[in-house]
């Protein structure tokens, strides 16, 4: 029997060209294909830039170190997101500091940020770390105003969301990660992402500095700007900074990566399509509760269904090798965040949401009939 996962990339014989193109060429890695890949995916953003890194993980990493995060600052997140989203304060020294999400959306619940902000001193929280979740994109403006009111950066994770938008109250319309209200967002291009590179991740912004730093630390910490030149060193000089990594992509994976972007929009629209066909099977049906209202702008990573009996219907999907997937386990119940006191009952809507939720397939290329057996499977199990 035919297997159907909840999401799975789509290659191409164009992007096995391109990939083959940058295998035969002078650069595997450090080519002037990464520049190329930055570029096309700031006008494909509408950011002013964007820093290719080797995966999402280290993108949010390199956020955290750009930004400052030091022993003990708190930042705010959301539980619903994939860890790595907290981890990154971690990484830096900082504390993380969960708050519910909004049971309508799965969204960090922009209310509950509200409420641990105002209960403590200004400067206590440092940042904001919301998630464009299963696609949605969050409403950064409302987002902006409160980090301005208590001086908190935003890092918007847009690892689901890459073609995603949201409308602001001019009426504009904001690519995620577009840079006009966080001052960084992060992607990933992790096979089941819109863009598969293999591994591979980006940073965008349009503050110039932050750009900058963000180069020095993907390589190292390193700068070769002539301008650095001291003492009497020749052409070979260059000079490390501050501590940086090395987190590059490589060539092959940026070709990759080219070749996907082309297909991105065309690939939303199908995955806005599959959407719209569960949203037409599941409406008024009293056992699936969904993300509420198709807004515009929701680039549908993951279709997300709460149901009862989800473990049930887990398995009974996959007796049939259809096999959804849980989004997430909540991030303050894994045993590292449990040592720093988070348990069970601390963020009920998130928790509840955690125990019915179940994404079920949802990607470029699933076809008509394999969504119907799908549905009908579902159907099944409830009726
Ligand atoms: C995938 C993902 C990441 C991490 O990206 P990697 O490329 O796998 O390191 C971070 N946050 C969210 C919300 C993700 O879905």
Redesign the pocket.
């Known amino acids: 029997m035919k297997k159907i996962p909840y999401g799975r990339q789509n290659i191409t014989e164009e992007d096995i060209q391109a990939v083959v193109d940058i295998l035969k060429s002078d650069f595997l890695t450090q080519g002037p294909i990464i520049a190329e890949f930055e570029s096309a995916f700031s006008s494909y953003i509408g950011c002013k830039y964007a820093v290719a890194v080797s995966?999402?993980?280290a993108a949010?990493h390199l956020c955290a170190l750009a930004l400052d995060i030091k022993s003990g600052d708190k930042v705010i997140t959301t539980p619903i997101?994939?860890a790595?989203?907290a981890n990154c304060v971690r990484y830096a020294g900082g504390d993380v500091v969960f708050a519910d999400i909004d049971p309508n959306t799965y969204l960090l619940d922009i209310k509950e940020v509200e409420k641990k902000l105002k209960s403590v001193p200004k400067g206590t929280y440092k940042g904001i770390i919301p998630?464009d979740f299963a696609g949605r994109a969050v409403n950064l403006e409302a987002f902006r105003k409160l980090a301005d009111e208590y001086g908190c950066w935003i890092i918007e994770?847009s690892?689901?969301a890459p073609g995603g938008f949201f409308i602001d109250s001019m009426d504009a319309k904001h690519n995620c990660g577009n840079g006009q209200y966080a001052e960084l967002a992060i992607f990933?291009f992790?096979p089941v992402?819109h863009i598969a590179a293999g591994?591979g991740?980006m940073i965008t912004t349009n503050d110039e500095n932050l750009y900058h730093r963000l180069r020095n630390l993907r390589t190292h910490g390193i700068q070769q700007n002539p301008n650095l030149k001291q003492f009497n060193h020749g052409a070979w000089y260059y000079e490390m900074q501050e501590l940086g990594y090395n987190y590059r992509l490589t060539d092959f994976q940026a070709a990759l990566a080219i070749s996907q972007l082309k297909r991105a929009k065309e690939g939303i629209k199908k995955r806005i399509n599959i959407a719209s066909v569960y949203e037409k099977a599941f409406a008024g049906k009293s056992f699936i509760k969904k993300q509420v209202g198709l807004v515009e702008g929701h680039a549908y990573h993951l279709y997300v269904v709460e149901v009862e009996n989800r473990n049930g219907l887990y398995d009974h999907l996959r007796n049939y090798n259809i096999f959804p997937q849980i989004h997430y386990i909540p991030v303050h119940l894994m045993p590292y965040y449990r040592q720093f006191g988070w348990k069970e009952g601390d963020f009920p809507i998130a928790e509840s949401y955690y125990n019915n939720c179940l994404s079920i397939p949802i990607f470029p290329t699933l076809t008509e009939e394999d969504q119907k057996f799908v549905i009908e499977k579902v159907f099944e199990f409830f009726c």
């Open positions: 995966n999402g993980t949010l997101t994939f790595a989203t998630v994770d690892c689901h990933s992790h992402k591994e991740g």
